[in-house]
């Protein structure tokens, strides 16, 4: 019976301890979690295939025949043609930033060989495979287009010819292919994606847990006050070190899977590295933003689920962006991972230049401001804060707040 009572006497204060106000109020917590879990994804993922996936079109014929064939695509459910081009494009350019899921190209003289029956005609459709589950229903869509608009043209000609009826020569005769090449991934590495993506998510957990303790943190050892005084710059200053060794650990990883491993990186390291060291600032800003008030450690880390987990659900990485709706699309850009994903496809499957990464970065750029700005206005209400109460209770031999 001591045995009994002493594990209810230790489970009750537990209890006590999440209602204290000082530990993490895990029975409100768990609740709240659950319920924002269902109410959010349910919204956010309202669907697992990819509705009105875009596309982008480079139409060589220029035809009455590829117009309307590209009227049929625009109609479908699960494609959008986003851009037509004349003149050859490099397709890799046409799905930098995730702007399209893949390229159809249609080559020179598809109406006439079509209708002249001379040979069967191809169309390349360049898929972006650094997601894999993104282009299923595109591509089965593209399939099933371009052989009943192949089968309608040469349907007529093998009737008359007295050769079938026209259902059979609908579902036989197919002149018209779509040959698919992917980009990114053609071998389905799970080193280039699963791996990279955990990487990524786990180390950026770490810091994100680490980062939301400093403010609690600050305010136990007595320091806070100190700190807020020595202005907003030296507080976003204490990110640094973490960001710094975080770089430095993915950094190794990405090094060692390269040249152990099956990761592809076709793009200049260098240039990339500054990405990771932005994020991890990002990440560190938006929890100064979040646990700033916190005043325990424990308190700031429970904010840790609003910062990670959602950019490596919605960044594209393990999910495929077309399965959201626009609304959580364009939301999921306030979570640091998004863009470290982004960033991630396009100079490591992509192999994008500075120049053609250089809008990414500036939007990145002014992301990482924005998350600035919010500390910044945390810092000035602490500041006028503690100016008042030094105003109205001065502290003998204190140095009077300017």
Known sequence: MKAINRMIHAALEEIDAMRSGRFMPYH??????????????????????????????????????SQHFIELLNTSSYIQVTDIFRNPVDPVALVMGDRNLGVLYIPHDTERNIRSSRRQVNLGYFADYTNEAQ???????????????????????????????????????SPVRTVVRRLGDPVFSATNNMVIAFIFFFSSIYLGLTVLMIPGRLRVTGQFRRAVLQGPLCMMARLIPYAFFYTTAISVDICLLATFGQLRFDGNFLLFVPSIFMTGMCIGLFGFTL?????EPGMGAAFMILIVPPGFITGGSTLATGFLNEGAYVAS????L??????????????????????????????????????????????????TRSSQHPVPGERKVP
């Not at 697992?48 to 596309?55: C, D, E, S, T, Y």
């Not at 043209?153 to 009737?159: G, K, T």
């Not at 646990?291 to 005043?295: D, G, L, V």
């Not at 850009?333 to 640091?336: M, Q, R, T, V």
């Open 28 to 65: 409100r917590l768990s609740l709240m979690i659950a319920l924002i879990t269902c109410l959010v994804f349910s919204v956010a993922l309202s669907h697992q295939v990819v509705f009105k996936g875009r596309v982008a079109v480079v139409d060589l014929d220029s035809s009455s025949w």
């Open 135 to 173: 282009n299923a229903e595109v591509i089965e869509t593209l399939n099933s287009i371009s052989s009943e608009t192949g089968a309608g043209e040469s349907a007529p000609r093998v009737m008359a010819m007295g050769r079938t009826g026209a259902e059979s020569a609908g579902s036989i005769l």
């Open 291 to 295: 646990a700033w008030k916190c005043a």
């Open 333 to 336: 850009n306030a979570f640091p």
């Open 338 to 387: 998004v863009w470290q994903y982004r960033l991630w496809r396009d100079f490591a499957f992509r192999a994008e230049n500075f120049m053609g990464i250089l809008s990414e970065y500036g939007g990145f750029i002014c992301y990482a401001s924005v998350l600035g700005l919010l500390v910044l206005l945390r810092w000035r209400k602490s500041w006028l804060e503690i100016r």
